[in-house]
């Protein structure tokens, strides 16, 4: 089974001008991204690792660096950008492995794949808990008892909850379940996202009946959305150095 990790890494961000490339301790984000996702290869949990962009300015920066990348063109989000290379590509399950989630490991890695009825699921994730409210940056999501995803939200749901679920950067695709019981990239790139309020691009899969799995991480991890973000990461690798 062929098992790809893709890294979106589109240039333009609302929140983080430049994400990909913002510096950090002298390398890019992109740069740490791939380091924590080539370590599942080298652990033999994938194939490879590919960054996809829309830009050039991206391309040049990853082979700066060594960085295997292609501009794949404009796409509307991430997850489509990832799911059109993975049919160029024919692998079994591709990752949409988001650019601002350099600090997820291997033990991450293993969770997000690690579940039996392969034929049932069409998308997995990841989620950690956190007791206190937090930031619309972070996305929170709600499960059934089955760790079947509900819905996924910027608000703080469940309302006045003791804990919450939110939402980890990173997507399992099972190809094969999903093309042959669902759509191909033509008719899912016609698709709609009926709430747009949220600007999620997640929430398109379940609104078109998508089967949505999330496994719970034991690793409290966190994206970089906010410069406030990105310093605190910083400081997280001089501690480790």
């Not at 990909?20 to 290869?41: E, F, S």
């Not at 069409?122 to 819905?151: A, G, M």
């Not at 910027?154 to 939110?166: D, G, H, L, M, T």
């Not at 950067?169 to 698709?191: M, P, Q, T, V």
Request: some cysteine; glycine content about 2%.
């Amino acid at each position: 089974m062929i098992t790809n990790i893709y890294i979106p890494a589109r240039l333009n961000s609302t929140r983080l001008p430049k994400k990909p490339l913002v510096d950090i301790l002298g390398k890019p984000l992109v740069w740490h991204t791939y380091q924590a996702a080539i370590k599942c290869v080298d652990k033999k949990l994938a194939n490879k690792v590919l960054v996809l962009t829309d830009s050039e300015i991206v391309v040049l920066e990853c082979n700066n660096w060594n960085i295997p990348c292609i501009n794949n063109g404009e796409h509307w989000c991430g997850s489509y950008r990832v799911l059109d290379q993975a049919i160029k590509d024919n692998c079994d399950i591709a990752i949409n492995w988001q650019v601002d989630w350099p600090d997820l490991n291997t033990q991450d890695f293993r969770r997000l794949l690690a579940f039996k009825n392969i034929n049932v699921y069409n998308i997995k994730t990841l989620y950690y808990f956190n007791s206190l409210p937090l930031s619309d940056n972070k996305v929170k999501l709600v499960t059934n008892n089955f760790d079947e995803v509900l819905y996924f939200s910027r608000a703080n749901i469940p309302w006045n909850s003791e804990f919450y679920k939110i939402h980890i950067g990173i997507y399992a695709f099972y190809l094969k379940s999903i093309w042959k019981s669902r759509f191909d990239l033509l008719e899912l790139n016609k698709l709609k996202l009926q709430n747009n309020s949220e600007n999620l691009e997640q929430l398109i899969f379940l609104e078109n009946d998508f089967s949505f799995l999330a496994s719970y991480s034991l690793n409290k991890t966190y994206s970089i959305d906010t410069p406030e973000d990105l310093e605190n990461f910083k400081q997280k690798l001089l501690l480790q150095s």
